[in-house]
């Protein structure tokens, strides 16, 4: 059974960094890309950044700022978030692919980002 | 920037049949996923490229796509179907984009 845990999420100030893990399990990790999507309160998924074999993507409105990455050997995907604004508090859910970066297949639990003064 | 635009909200009797259309440029060559949000839990996928359908998903549930606009059917939708469902494509570049999503209510 395939499992995704999310965990560091918590409240961080504007400016501020937090990093995300994903612990994946029930699948061969290194056969997928993975990605991020968000979800701001109330309002609709958003794209954030995936990561394969190959280079990252990103969403323009992260990029620069968002590095994602991960490590095969212990089953995990990051995020790490820096200079953090307020539009980017959202729960954020960590995906595993169909195979390709860009097909979202079984979705995480979230965890929840607040970037507040 | 890209859109996928869908219906903010469709109302269907149990039973009967409802259709969710999602409309993008790019649809004629990219696939489309849909994914299923009920409140308070993480999306579900219920059709992948275009038209399939993942292990689990009831038979009800189907896709498809022609031109510019896919379409999530639910035939004989069911109370347990009442969500918000999602659409979710690539623009022509290859970069992942939502559609704004529509609430489906079964009453």
């Known amino acids: 059974e395939v499992q995704l845990v999310e965990s560091g999420g918590g409240l961080v100030q504007p400016g501020g960094s937090l990093r995300l893990s994903c612990a994946a399990s029930?699948?061969?990790?290194?056969?997928?890309?993975m990605s991020w999507v968000r979800q701001a309160p109330g309002k609709g998924l958003e794209w954030v950044s995936a990561?394969?074999?190959?280079?990252?993507h990103y969403a323009e409105s992260v990029k620069g700022r968002f590095t994602i990455s991960r490590d095969n050997s212990k089953n995990t995907l990051y995020l790490q978030m820096n200079s953090l604004r307020v539009e980017d508090t959202a729960v954020y859910y960590c995906v595993k692919t169909l195979g390709g970066y860009d097909s979202l297949d079984y979705w995480g639990q979230g965890t929840l980002v607040t970037v507040s003064s | 920037s890209y859109e996928l635009t869908q219906p903010p909200s469709v109302s269907v009797s149990p039973g009967q049949t409802a259709r969710i259309t999602c409309s993008g440029d790019a649809l004629p060559k990219k696939y489309a996923y849909w994914y299923q949000q009920k409140s308070g839990l993480a999306p579900v996928l219920v059709i992948y490229e275009d038209s399939n359908r993942p292990s689990g998903i009831p038979e009800r549930f189907s896709g498809s796509s022609s031109g510019t606009m896919a379409t999530l059917t639910i035939s004989g939708a069911q109370f347990e179907d009442e969500a918000d469902y999602y659409c979710y494509s690539t623009d022509i570049n290859g970069s992942p984009w939502f559609g704004g999503g529509t609430k489906l209510t079964v009453l």
């Open positions: 990561l394969g074999g190959g280079s990252p």
């Open positions: 029930g699948f061969t990790f290194t056969s997928y890309a």
